[in-house]
């Protein structure tokens, strides 16, 4: 009699304590550089876009070469110890070994271009990186969190000229995405399994 219920606890736990929400959410791992988003994004208002240039055309939001941070540090702390690292693999072509803060598991799909062009906002996903002094994981990113929004899209969109401004609040917004005459294809988030498994 027991021993179901001790196998139902266990069973329990298991999925409840050992979901993305627990073991990833709070993900903020030490980077090579000390790079801060509140600086950066936050307090300069430097668009995502600058940096990850790749966002609305392609697949994966790309990590910036050297050569993007130096448009700004060849004038800017140019003796910073902090910015060694920065100024010796710009002199060398070696890249910087970021590490990677979100990152699905390799049998899951996602295009940061297609979530871009239907107006999902960056910080949706990422959370206030624009006060994220260190970058931290916020969202599950688990199948279960997806197809919540892929079910029911409408609270994480937002008018397209706004996907990369952390400081547009839906709540505080009256924002009708069928009513935006901005809007040329509507939204249909793929439920199936292929969608995001292929």
């Known amino acids: ?31 090579p550089v000390p790079y801060s988003h509140k600086l950066h994004a936050g307090d300069m208002g430097i668009d ?20 993007t941070c130096m448009n700004c540090h060849e004038q800017v702390k140019t003796e910073s110890l902090r910015l060694r690292k920065v100024r010796e693999s710009y002199q060398t072509g070696e890249p910087i070994e970021w590490v990677r803060v979100h990152q699905l598991p390799d049998y ?32 599950p990113l688990s199948m279960g969190w997806c197809l919540d929004c892929h079910r029911n899209p409408e609270p994480n969109l937002r008018p397209l000229d706004q996907v990369t401004n952390m400081n547009w609040d839906p709540a505080a917004e009256d924002y009708d995405p069928k009513r935006d005459p901005a809007r040329t294809r509507q939204v249909n988030p793929p439920l199936h399994c292929s969608g995001c498994h292929r």
């Open 48 to 67: 995502c876009r600058y940096c990850h240039n790749t966002v609305e055309r392609s697949a994966h939001a790309a990590i910036p070469p050297t050569a």
């Open 1 to 31: 009699m027991l021993a179901p219920l001790v196998g139902a606890g266990l069973v329990f736990a298991v999925a409840y304590w050992f979901s993305p929400r627990y073991t990833d959410v709070g993900y903020r791992p030490e980077q």
């Open 108 to 139: 899951a799909y996602f295009n940061h271009s297609a979530h871009l062009a239907a107006g999902v906002g960056c910080a949706s996903c990422h959370g206030r990186v624009d006060k994220m002094v260190v970058v931290e994981m916020v969202q």
